[in-house]
């Protein structure tokens, strides 16, 4: 009896400490990407979009993935609460949902408050529209973009109304890119449907440079100078 109680007071011991390890900014990084969700004394909110970008359908649970449903919520609330300035949008992304990501990024267009983004990494595929959403955007010397046409895996039925789907998205996603940055239509359809940089696909990798190059992002920096550039953008919207 005395073993049963104290193995039943070491587990209820165990179980407290695991309770009072997971913090709230724990779990809101766990479930989030982020420390904490928009809060009412914050000027400045920071989102990351990382790994596989998860829509319709759930992705394989070893893959890491930003979910739309945690990041629709808090660019809503990063609009709504008057008490944030800006926002800053890290990405390190291989893509995936295309329709989730298009989402994404035109929501983060739309806001009204000043919105830096940050290529880290990579920012590939559908990543490229997320990348250029924001007012201004920087890249890491060594960070990567994959310029490609849009893919599908999966059953794919054979017929011209097919072909037409996939063209009409193609257009949504090359529209909203030459909306949201300084590249022209030729060069992005020329890095789109090159045939001399990737093996077993049509496209373009562009590292760093290339990509500010191309007029697609528009500075080469860290995360010093996306700090700046966003509390600049802050100040010149009060005045």
Known sequence: MKDNKS?????????DSIKQAISPDLANINTLGTPEIPKADEKIHTITIIGHI?????????????????????LVAVEENPNIEGMLVILNTVGGDVEAGLAISELIHS??????????????????PLATSGDYSFIAPTATMTIHPIR????????????????????????????????????LMELM?????????????LIGEDAVKYKLIDEVGGLNKAMEKLQQLIK????
């Open 7 to 15: 193995d039943t007071k070491n587990k209820e011991g165990k179980e």
């Open 54 to 74: 998860e829509g319709h359908t759930v992705a394989p649970p070893q893959n890491k993935t930003t979910k739309y449903e945690h990041i629709i919520p808090q």
């Open 111 to 128: 806001l009204s408050k000043p919105k830096v983004t940050l290529v880290l990494g990579g920012s590939h595929s559908i990543g490229v």
């Open 152 to 187: 599908m895996t999966g059953l794919v039925i054979g017929i011209p109304q097919t072909f037409k789907y996939f063209s009409k998205m193609q257009d949504r996603i090359t529209d909203f890119v030459i909306r949201t940055s300084g590249i022209t239509k030729t060069a």
């Open 193 to 205: 449907n090159s045939t001399d940089e990737l093996a077993n696909d049509v496209g373009s990798i």
């Open 236 to 239: 010149e919207r009060k005045e």
